[in-house]
């Protein structure tokens, strides 16, 4: 393989390495499939991916409702511990009338612009935070977690700080976030 590789979706590249043909849209995506679903994997800013478009029968349902807002919601971006794109989480929480959502990924804030474009759109408020993973004890083998929401933008900027620090502190899937400097930060 060179520099000039086709630009290929993964979609269209199982397909045609399975022997099928591609089922795909004129951007990658099966007809009628969310906007959202257009850019895979890619970087949330890149060319590929288009503007969230707002589904038409997201609407609230009629009646009694409770005030409620879900503060610890993760994404496809917390490997193997959320299952849905961040889009599709805003998009329920709509639909499902919630006050306001709150997305913690796992040691990062990976969902964090796709999640608030949509909500955005939606009108859902939000809140950003992550959960943090501490150093391992002796008797602890995966290690413990604490949820940390960012209170307002000075909150974010701090959070991202503290981050930061902690996987330059680590290594790659095991970052090492210290309690006392994610409290001075955030």
């Known amino acids: 393989m060179g520099f000039t590789n086709p630009q290929w979706t993964w979609n269209e590249l199982e397909a045609r390495l399975s022997g099928r ?3 795909g849209g004129r951007d990658g995506r099966a007809p009628g499939s969310p906007a959202w679903n257009a850019g895979g994997d890619a970087p949330a800013w890149s060319r590929q991916r288009q503007p969230f478009e707002a589904p038409v029968d997201h609407a609230a349902p009629r ?16 490997f193997l511990e959320g299952a849905s794109h961040p889009e ?21 804030l990976y969902g964090v612009i796709r999640f608030a474009e949509a909500a955005r759109s ?6 950003i935070g992550t959960e943090l ?3 391992k004890d002796a008797d602890d083998e995966h290690g413990k977690r604490i949820v940390v929401l960012a209170d307002g ?5 701090g959070l991202s700080r503290a981050l930061s ?8 899937g095991a970052p090492r976030h210290n309690l006392d400097a994610v409290a001075e930060h955030v």
């Open 21 to 23: 043909a591609s089922q």
């Open 63 to 78: 009646g009694i409702r409770v005030p409620y807002a879900e503060l610890h919601a993760r994404s496809h971006f917390s």
């Open 88 to 108: 599709a989480l805003a998009v329920e929480a709509s639909r499902l009338g919630l006050d306001a959502l709150g997305l913690c990924d796992r040691d990062g």
């Open 122 to 127: 939606l009108r859902l408020p939000t809140v």
């Open 133 to 135: 993973t501490l150093p």
């Open 153 to 157: 933008p000075s909150g974010y900027s």
């Open 165 to 172: 620090l902690g996987l330059l502190a680590g290594s790659k």
